[in-house]
């Protein structure tokens, strides 16, 4: 094993999925913004939760605590330049129509979606804790839009290279090779 050494716990290394958020503002318009502080618990039953973090006041948070709804679009590699977009606009400052992308619905709840993005999930709100200027809120996933070229054996058989996410962890990384099932390595 190569040393460590203890530096204080300011650095973040947090290896995350990066999403883009779709909410609906107050006029109908459809707002988006990266969200990468995103994570999953066992919600009522079956079911899972989206946890999901937001700092401060902008527009996505406003608009997740007036509607209780979302949807969260993972973001594949092509769609950097989408993100990096949307993430150096705020929604307060007017409709971030800068770039051109598709936007539909969601299935079951009425959410902005991107069409681009290959796993969508549509998000209720049931819980929102407040942490500092931080909120985190716990959301039952209403539904999935997968890729089509996704075959899931299981709920568990998910072949991440094919959505090719972005990885953040305060840079943008792409993820590496399947290495197989639980229990390969024994
Ligand atoms: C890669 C990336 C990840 C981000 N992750 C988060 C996050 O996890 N939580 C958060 O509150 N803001 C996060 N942000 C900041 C918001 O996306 C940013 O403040 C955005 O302008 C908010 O837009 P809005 O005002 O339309 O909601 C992130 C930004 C980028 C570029």
């Not at 509607?67 to 679009?73: E, K, L, R, V």
């Not at 990885?167 to 993820?175: D, E, N, R």
Request: proline content about 5%; hydrophobic content about 35%.
């Amino acid at each position: 094993m190569g040393k460590r050494r203890s530096v204080p716990p300011v650095y973040s290394m947090c290896v995350q999925p990066a999403f883009l958020i779709g909410t609906n503002n107050e006029d109908g318009t459809a707002n988006f913004a990266p969200i990468t502080w995103v994570s999953v618990t066992q919600g009522e039953g079956d079911g899972y939760m989206l946890v999901i973090s937001m700092f401060g006041t902008k527009k996505t948070k406003q608009n997740v605590q007036r509607t209780g709804i979302f949807s969260a679009n993972l973001v594949s590699v092509d769609m950097l330049p989408l993100m990096d977009y949307f993430g150096s606009r705020h929604g307060s400052d007017g409709v971030k129509d800068g770039v051109p992308c598709e936007v539909s619905r969601g299935e079951v709840l009425d959410v902005p979606v991107l069409a681009q993005s290959r796993w969508v999930y549509e998000c209720q709100v049931a819980e929102a804790v407040e942490t500092g200027a931080s909120t985190t809120f716990f959301c039952p996933i209403r539904n999935i839009q997968m890729d089509e070229r996704l075959s899931c054996r299981d709920p568990f058989d998910v072949d991440l290279t094919l959505l090719d996410p972005v990885i953040y962890s305060g840079k943008y990384h792409s993820l590496g090779k399947l290495l197989g099932d639980i229990g390969d390595f024994l």
